[in-house]
């Protein structure tokens, strides 16, 4: 699956609406969860992805859900933790969180990571 993640949420549920994606109503996860956390190395923060009309998290509601996180803007009290790791985020302060991908904007998947079941990295390039 290759998507921009810096498109609108909108645009990338009309793609895939349109491309009638193979699967994207299938549990994102096995075994599927009615809610689930996504991090990035890159954020300073956690995606939470819960279910919309299943009984568990499916492809489209990831993909919605972090297009819809990545396309907000940074707020003041999100910069208070970045600046405790010492990168001061009040730079930062305003402008669309995607912009800390660092133009690693293509969605390439997730990947399971250690700190349980429901935890998953974001693979951008």
Sequence with gaps: LDLDLSSSPDA???TLMIAATAGIFDPATQPPLPSMTVTHPLLPWFIT???SVSE????????HTICTDLNKRVERRRSQRHERNGNG????????RI??????YRF???RGIQSGEDVWELVTE
């Design 12 to 14: 990338i549920h009309s």
């Design 56 to 63: 568990h998290v499916t492809v489209l509601d990831v993909l």
């Design 108 to 110: 390439r998947g997730l």
């Design 99 to 104: 912009e800390f991908l660092q133009g690693r």
């Design 89 to 96: 985020l009040d730079a930062w302060e305003g402008r669309q």
């Design 49 to 51: 992805v819960h279910r």
